[in-house]
């Protein structure tokens, strides 16, 4: 299930299914849409999202981060927090590092004053917990109204990574100078997943950025189809509530061949997506086999190998 955002950065009101804002103001349920009958709580998935990525790219936190934190990531700590309530709470993300601290990361859409004075008990409690001191780095993709919280007793101020501040055709210049380069491995795959969060000078909306990504993350993770597939999952279930349904769909068919091992098919089989580039490959195999196409032809045209299309043709001629 997708839900739309905005369909470009460069309009001025956002459609949200059966809602629609202003840029300007902002105004919208937080964190819910509607989807059909239904009222979704979309930030879920940003924090899942935070969580994996940085859980599973860890090494490199710190340098997509760039918090100005310094040490090597040594450890991925607990977040759940149990109070004297019985309640339980989760942080999003913590790690521990080599200088004996931790590292306390958020995803937050709208950074309000509760979202801050919330990430502050949860760095106290982490700190309580862990018997270490914890920096909170708060990952948001709109510029945040409030950024600390003062009160007589208490001061905490986070550091705020505003990911929409970023340049998009920077970072894919020199994605692609380091494909070119054979310096796969030294691309940032964090880069890869929140890309499409990034803002391009030149125009490229969320859904061209997204699309974008999808067809990089096999270049740039080569021959590691796990990692491969762990990208994709990660980008489509972060990026896919920014963009429109329409586009997503058309996105997810043209990489349909890139994304056929993936976790993010689920995204493809729930819109009927899947079976309908199933059809037409066997229409296009339908019309190559009448027009006297062999099969190697017709397997490279397609991606479908030859048993299938013997199977397509055995079927045709019954």
């Known amino acids: 299930m997708s839900i739309a955002l905005c369909n470009s950065k460069k309009e001025k009101r956002c459609t949200i299914r059966g809602y629609s804002m202003s840029k300007k103001s902002g105004k919208k349920p937080k964190n819910k849409v509607v989807a059909g009958n239904h009222v979704v709580d979309t930030h879920h998935n940003k924090d899942k999202v935070l969580k994996e990525s940085l859980t599973l790219f860890k090494d490199g936190s710190l340098e997509f981060l760039d918090s100005g934190l310094s040490g090597k990531v040594t450890d991925i700590l607990s977040t759940e927090m149990t109070e004297t309530t019985t309640k ?11 200088t004996n601290e931790g590292v306390h990361h958020e995803w937050e859409a709208d950074v309000s004053e509760d979202d801050v ?18 920096t909170t780095v708060i990952i948001t993709a709109t510029k945040p109204t409030e950024t600390e919280y003062v009160n007589k007793s208490i001061s905490f101020k986070p550091i705020i990574i505003d990911l929409s501040e970023r340049d998009a055709d920077k970072t894919l210049a020199e994605i692609d100078r380091k494909i070119k380069a054979g310096e796969h491995s030294s691309i940032n795959e964090l880069e890869i997943i929140y890309l499409p969060l990034y803002t391009s000078k030149s125009g490229k909306t969320t859904a061209d950025l997204l699309d974008i990504a999808v067809k990089l993350a096999p270049q740039v993770v080569k021959d590691n189809k796990q990692k491969k597939n762990k990208l994709h999952d990660l980008l489509i279930l972060l990026t896919g509530t920014f963009v429109a349904d329409k586009e997503l769909n058309t996105i997810l068919e043209e990489n ?22 199933q059809q037409r ?3 296009i195999v339908i019309n190559m086999l009448q027009a006297g196409e062999d099969y190697s032809r017709i397997s490279l045209f397609t991606g479908l190998n030859s ?12």
Do not use: C, T, W
């Open 256 to 277: 349909m061949r890139i994304l056929e091992d993936s976790p993010a098919v689920r995204v493809l089989e729930d819109r009927g997506i899947k079976k309908g580039i």
């Open 88 to 98: 339980k709470s989760y942080a999003d993300n913590a790690l521990k590092m080599s």
């Open 307 to 318: 048993d299938r299309i013997a199977e397509i043709d055995k079927e045709r001629q019954a």
């Open 281 to 283: 490959d066997i229409q």
């Open 117 to 134: 004075m919330r990430f502050g008990s949860y760095n106290l409690d982490l700190s309580r917990m862990h018997k270490i001191p914890f």
